[in-house]
């Protein structure tokens, strides 16, 4: 793999002289696209030692490679017609993954053994982990990481971060539930076994508040193992006072609580929140 990385950094220092007729350069870009579709590398990861997301930008590089070394063309599939440069992904069954009618993944994506898509869409660069649910309309952009065990509930749209090709994309760890119709975007991170509730916005630059003590926790990154709502918070301006968003921590769960979907429910609907 050491080998096919040096090669596509190598085409990345000259992109600009690439075209779809360079097909050497095509078939060392096939190669790394072929890696995160069967799940052999990933764009990124979360270091175990130290807690910080790794980003393999080699591989993003390749995608955009890809790009911009395939030719548009187009595909009809009964009576739908398509135009685009990827192919879609192919042998669900074999690889034990279930897509229901209306649901698609584009090839260099990754979906894990017992992952089910409803309709719904996974970009390029994206995985999804063993047993996750990517639910009707939930979108799933390029080279975001999610879990195994995860539910992205109905509407959820997870964003893509392809470039800069050194950014951190949108990291789910494993058995976070996202409620119904929430915007995780731009590099933002949940972490293991937590759960955001209906209609959550979070990125980098959304505080991440505390709601026993009021103390900011991060910026764009909730916690592991806690329920997490919609709030806004009091700012004031030149113009007056305005209410701005931030995400508020409203439970601290034990692994037990996050898998009690009963329990999580009557947690919700005391703070007027549901999934």
Same mark, same amino acid.
């Given at each position: 793999?050491?080998?096919?990385?040096?090669?596509?950094?190598?085409?990345?220092?000259?992109?600009?002289?690439?075209?779809?007729?360079?097909?050497?350069?095509?078939?060392?870009?096939?190669?790394?696209?072929?890696?995160?579709?069967?799940?052999?590398?990933?764009?990124?990861?979360?270091?175990?030692?130290?807690?910080?997301?790794?980003?393999?930008?080699?591989?993003?590089?390749?995608?955009?490679?890809?790009?911009?070394?395939?030719?548009?063309? /187009?595909?009809?599939?009964?009576?739908?017609?398509?135009?685009?440069?990827?192919?879609?992904?192919?042998?669900?069954?074999?690889?034990?993954?279930?897509?229901?009618?209306?649901?698609?993944?584009?090839?260099?994506?990754?979906?894990?053994?017992?992952?089910?898509?409803?309709?719904?869409?996974?970009?390029?660069?994206?995985?999804?982990?063993?047993?996750?649910?990517?639910?009707?309309?939930?979108?799933?952009?390029?080279?975001?990481?999610?879990?195994?065990?995860?539910?992205?509930?109905?509407?959820?749209?997870?964003?893509?971060?392809?470039?800069?090709?050194?950014?951190?994309?949108?990291?789910?760890?494993?058995?976070?539930?996202?409620?119904?119709?929430?915007?995780?975007?731009?590099?933002?991170?949940?972490?293991?076994?937590?759960?955001?509730?209906?209609?959550?916005?979070?990125?980098?630059?959304?505080?991440?508040?505390?709601?026993?003590?009021?103390?900011?926790?991060?910026?764009?990154?909730?916690?592991?193992?806690?329920?997490?709502?919609?709030?806004?918070?009091?700012?004031?301006?030149?113009?007056?006072?305005?209410?701005?968003?931030?995400?508020?921590?409203?439970?601290?769960? /034990?692994?037990?609580?996050?898998?009690?979907?009963?329990?999580?429910?009557?947690?919700?609907?005391?703070?007027?929140?549901?999934?």
């Amino acid at each position: 793999m050491a080998d096919l990385q040096s090669q596509i950094e190598a085409l990345w220092l000259r992109a600009a002289e690439l075209s779809p007729t360079d097909t050497d350069a095509l078939a060392t870009v096939t190669a790394a696209i072929d890696l995160l579709d069967r799940g052999e590398a990933r764009v990124a990861e979360i270091d175990p030692a130290t807690d910080a997301v790794i980003v393999h930008q080699w591989l993003k590089q390749a995608i955009l490679l890809l790009f911009r070394l395939r030719s548009m063309e /187009t595909v009809e599939v009964g009576p739908f017609e398509f135009a685009d440069k990827l192919p879609l992904k192919k042998h669900y069954a074999a690889s034990g993954v279930r897509v229901v009618p209306g649901g698609s993944a584009r090839w260099g994506s990754f979906l894990g053994d017992g992952v089910i898509c409803m309709p719904s869409f996974v970009n390029i660069g994206a995985r999804v982990g063993a047993r996750s649910m990517v639910d009707t309309w939930a979108t799933v952009g390029s080279c975001a990481q999610i879990g195994e065990q995860v539910h992205l509930s109905g509407g959820v749209g997870i964003g893509g971060v392809l470039e800069p090709a050194q950014a951190a994309p949108v990291i789910i760890e494993d058995e976070v539930m996202i409620g119904s119709r929430c915007m995780v975007t731009q590099g933002a991170r949940v972490g293991r076994g937590s759960v955001l509730g209906e209609g959550v916005i979070l990125n980098p630059s959304i505080p991440v508040i505390d709601a026993e003590t009021g103390a900011e926790l991060s910026r764009g990154h909730v916690p592991p193992w806690c329920v997490a709502v919609q709030a806004s918070r009091r700012r004031e301006f030149p113009g007056g006072e305005f209410f701005l968003p931030c995400v508020l921590v409203i439970r601290r769960l /034990t692994e037990g609580e996050r898998h009690d979907k009963a329990r999580l429910n009557d947690i919700l609907r005391h703070h007027g929140v549901s999934t």
